[in-house]
T-cell receptor, first 112, second 111 residues
Framework: EAGVTQFPSHSVIEKGQTVTLRCDPISGHDNLYWYRRVMGKEIKFLLHFVKESKQDESGMPNNRFLAERTGGTYSTLKVQPAELEDSGVYFC??????????FGPGTRLTVT | RKEVEQDPGPFNVPEGATVAFNCTYSNSASQSFFWYRQDCRKEPKLLMSVYSSGNEDGRFTAQLNRASQYISLLIRDSKLSDSATYLCVVSITTGFQKLVFGTGTRLLVSP
């Protein structure tokens, strides 16, 4: 069974630009989560989808971040416009029901 | 104050040693508790769930003290392959939703 995949693995953009991260969950997993690790800090929850619906977006830092999961399959996380403090590793995870979350390899975002 | 506090380490131990990590959590409503392992530049992977009665998985033993809001992980007979960062993780739900992570404790096992 294929694991969670994320694209791109790395992204370097300039402040003010837009970046879109993609996550493909494990097939059949209705739950999809986004997390972020800023350098030197702990991994923090951003939001949770159940199918195409946002179940909890309490961790989204501000309105520059937009997550979508159209059709309940893959998800995208757009940052527009990017700021320096958005640099970090963005992890996606998926699960079946409320069971174990499986994490993707992450997207390392650098904003210069 | 962080929701989950861990000693960042690193803990440097020789092969075969026993090492213990601790963490404390601040939200008394926390329901689920886990230890994750994260290798350098990799994703976190579930090591084990932690139950109130304590649980063991091979060389790994986890304990939970709800009254003190304290979680521990004991690794016996350390292997070189145990070198990694160990993340203490809690959730206020009974499942795996909205995980709250500690910053992790780094373990280095040397020959």
């Amino acid at each position: 069974e294929a694991g969670v995949t994320q694209f791109p693995s790395h992204s370097v953009i300039e402040k003010g630009q837009t970046v879109t991260l993609r996550c493909d969950p494990i097939s059949g997993h209705d739950n999809l989560y986004w997390y972020r690790r800023v350098m030197g800090k702990e991994i923090k929850f951003l939001l949770h989808f159940v199918k195409e619906s946002k179940q909890d977006e309490s961790g989204m830092p501000n309105n520059r971040f937009l997550a979508e999961r159209t059709g309940g399959t893959y998800s995208t996380l757009k940052v527009q416009p990017a700021e320096l403090e958005d640099s970090g590793v963005y992890f996606c995870a998926s699960s079946r029901l409320s069971r174990q979350q499986y994490f993707g390899p992450g997207t390392r975002l650098t904003v210069t | 104050r962080k929701e989950v506090e861990q000693d960042p380490g690193p803990f440097n131990v020789p092969e075969g040693a026993t090492v213990a990590f601790n963490c404390t959590y601040s939200n008394s409503a926390s329901q689920s508790f886990f230890w994750y392992r994260q290798d350098c530049r990799k994703e976190p992977k579930l090591l084990m769930s932690v139950y109130s009665s304590g649980n063991e998985d091979g060389r790994f033993t986890a304990q939970l003290n709800r009254a003190s809001q304290y979680i521990s992980l004991l690794i016996r007979d350390s292997k070189l392959s145990d070198s990694a960062t160990y993340l203490c993780v809690v959730s206020i739900t009974t499942g795996f939703q909205k995980l709250v992570f500690g910053t992790g404790t780094r373990l280095l096992v040397s020959p």
